[in-house]
């Protein structure tokens, strides 16, 4: 015991349960270990969250009674890649139900072991974070024909390939709303970040629709609205837009001039939402790179806005990435064994411009410090992560049918190190989404999202191609069990340990309700009732709240949004009937003009643990809570 534990340990967290979560740990491995020197996890590498993703913060919030939280699971004896550089390395891991408790040897790990901790031996396999897969049309590809599947089967794709957060990138109203659904029924696996659509592939403007949508930044939520997209120039429909003649599309097609996408992009980051501007061939990644500049006048690019695909790239763009701060996504597996990647009859490009052709090593060195995030762009490319993986970091590709060849030449410029690629389908996926505090490496106090593989791909560069993935869990549930390999999946944590459901006594709920609608409920359809609602703040005292047979209802009645009004209010109510393993059903409705947000706390937690958004002209939607969200601290 009187070697230093080199574990990790859950640090500064902005939110209260987490704290509860290191004061728990640091009392239990006290007890347990006898004192090792706990060497706290330093502070994350990367850049910190900006001010659009700040948990809103309470009033009069009380401060937090920690109660001793031990490991519920352990994975033990294993090769861990956390994709932290404080710690690349590690044997084993501990969780505590959703989140990440600790992360070090297997003999301190295991000091944490409680009575009722499943505990798991990984026999030397490969445990890292899921994949993030930052542009894809999973989702999409089964939303729009369902004779071929549905979002549920689309899920359980991506979960099966180790996904376990991705970018939407093609979002219209109709999808968004069939999202909405899917979330709020509980039935949204992996983590969703969707970018409304501004353009269409063809450069057509679906208008200002996404406005209704404001983006939403809350930590922790599996749908997120996360930007807006553009369509720069061709390549999904017509050509991309390149500076030299190729012989299929000429110099391709750009949809905008530089005047239009400097409009479009500077009012959709004056919104606040993220950009994220297609742009395959070097014109247009010039013309959005340009339009970016425009609309940060100087400003630091905390939006992060991005620029996805950078297929073909002039060498005075690889600078300005890192200049302006924008996130690239680059693809890594072109499919170039049968070109399907590009039209067919393709020939090469004339020597001299195909060293622009996929140009990720000349970018990383000419923009170091910048963010660059892989995309699978799937149906385009492959979903599996590991085929993009063994493309971008050996010269050779894989087809959609298996077949196997050498990059050719106009494709040779993408070879990475698997130091450079790794993070890039991580930490750095979870950095062009704005959840890099919440996912993306294995470090305590993020959500348990991770992946077991049958392989180590740092062991055999050339063996990547055959890994699979045997486990995948989000948020410590297991979403994806490789038939044969049941050992290695847990039964969900919160089915393990959760007692025999039994009568709860009365529980405290705050509601934060913001609203620039003349009026609006929160109605609590299912799971208890709801008595003694008090107003512990009201932005205008003109607001009224009545609470009657489980109906919150607020009035804002010298307000009404068509002048301009908005109103935030809080109100404490108390539960009672309900059960400890039941759920809560609220719906939330507000008249027909102006949007609303409800936010449910546990009052003893800054973090949220519901939230429910409604938009103008949608008559209501429902959010669902576990009751036992509101017993724990
Ligand atoms: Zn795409």
Redesign the pocket.
């Known amino acids: 015991m009187g070697k230093p534990g080199k574990v990790a340990m859950m640090h500064d967290s902005k939110t209260a349960r987490l704290n509860v979560l290191i004061l728990t740990v640091t009392i239990a491995l006290a007890a347990l270990v006898g004192g090792c020197n706990l060497r706290p996890v330093e502070s994350s590498p990367f850049p910190t969250t900006s001010p659009q993703m700040t948990p809103t913060s309470l009033p009069s919030l009380t401060a937090t009674t920690a109660a001793l939280q031990p490991a519920t699971l352990i994975f033990y004896d294993g090769t861990v890649l956390t994709m932290d550089k404080t710690q690349p390395v590690a044997e084993a891991i501990a969780l505590a139900d959703d989140m990440i408790l600790a992360v070090g040897s297997s003999k301190d790990i295991l000091a944490m072991k409680g009575l009722n901790t499943q505990v798991i031996d990984l026999q030397g396999l490969t445990l890292m974070p899921g994949f993030i897969d930052t542009?894809t049309?999973i989702l999409n590809e089964s939303a729009s024909d369902p004779a071929t599947g549905n979002l549920e089967k689309a899920q359980a794709l991506a979960l099966k390939n180790g996904i376990t957060t991705l970018g939407n990138?093609?979002t219209t109203q109709d999808f968004l709303s069939q999202m909405r659904t899917l979330d709020a029924s509980g039935g949204l696996l992996v983590r969703t970040s969707l970018y409304l659509t501004y353009a269409d592939p063809c450069g057509k403007v679906l208008g200002d629709w996404y406005k209704q949508y404001p983006p939403t930044h809350q930590p922790g939520e599996m749908l997120r609205i996360a930007g807006v997209k553009v369509f720069a120039d061709g390549g999904?429909c017509g050509h991309p837009a390149i500076s030299f003649d190729r012989t299929v599309g000429g110099k391709g097609d750009l949809w905008f001039t530089q005047d239009q996408l400097d409009t479009i992009v500077s009012g959709i980051d004056a919104r606040g939402y993220q950009v994220a501007i297609h742009a395959i061939g070097d014109r247009a990644v010039d013309e959005a790179l340009n339009a970016i500049e425009f609309a940060l006048q100087g400003r630091p690019n905390n939006l992060r806005h991005r620029i996805?695909h950078n297929t073909t790239v002039r060498p005075d763009s690889y600078p300005r990435y890192q200049k302006l701060g924008v996130v690239a996504t680059i693809i890594g597996n072109v499919w170039s064994c049968n070109a399907v990647f590009f039209s067919k009859g393709i020939v090469p490009d004339p020597p001299q411009y195909q060293a622009w052709n996929f140009p990720y090593r000349a970018m990383l060195e000419a923009s170091p410090q910048a963010h660059f995030a892989w995309h699978s762009?799937y149906p385009?490319a492959s979903t599996n992560p590991l085929f993009h993986l063994y493309s971008l970091v050996t010269p050779y590709e894989i087809a959609g049918d298996m077949s196997e060849c050498p990059d050719p030449s106009w494709a040779g410029n993408k070879t990475l190190t698997l130091d450079e690629a790794l993070p890039m389908m991580t930490i750095e996926g979870a950095y062009a989404m704005f959840r890099e505090q919440e996912v993306g490496s294995l470090v305590p106090g993020k959500y348990a999202d991770l992946i077991i593989l049958s392989g180590n791909p740092k062991t055999d560069l050339n063996a990547i191609k055959n890994i699979q993935v045997w486990m995948t869990m989000v948020g410590g549930q297991v979403r994806w069990c490789a038939p044969g390999h049941e050992a290695l999946c847990p039964k969900s944590p919160e089915a393990q340990n959760a007692p025999a459901s039994s009568p709860a006594g009365p529980l405290s709920i705050r509601l934060q309700i913001n609203t620039t609608s003349d009026w609006a409920t929160v109605t609590l359809n299912s799971g208890g009732t709801l008595i003694d609602a008090k107003v512990l703040s009201a932005s205008k005292e003109t607001t009224r709240a009545d609470m009657s047979g489980n109906q919150l209802a607020i009035n804002q009645p010298l307000e009404r949004a068509s002048s301009g009004g908005s109103v935030e209010m809080i109100v404490d109510a108390t539960l009672t009937d309900a059960q400890t393993a039941g759920q809560l059903e609220f719906s939330i409705q507000s008249g027909a003009i102006g949007s609303t947000t409800v936010k449910l706390f546990n009052p003893k937690q800054t973090v949220p643990v519901g939230t429910g958004n409604l938009a103008p002209n949608e008559e209501s939607t429902t959010i669902k809570v576990p009751v036992a969200r509101f017993i724990s601290p």
Do not use: G, R
């Open positions: 542009h049309h990138l093609y999904s996805e762009d385009w």
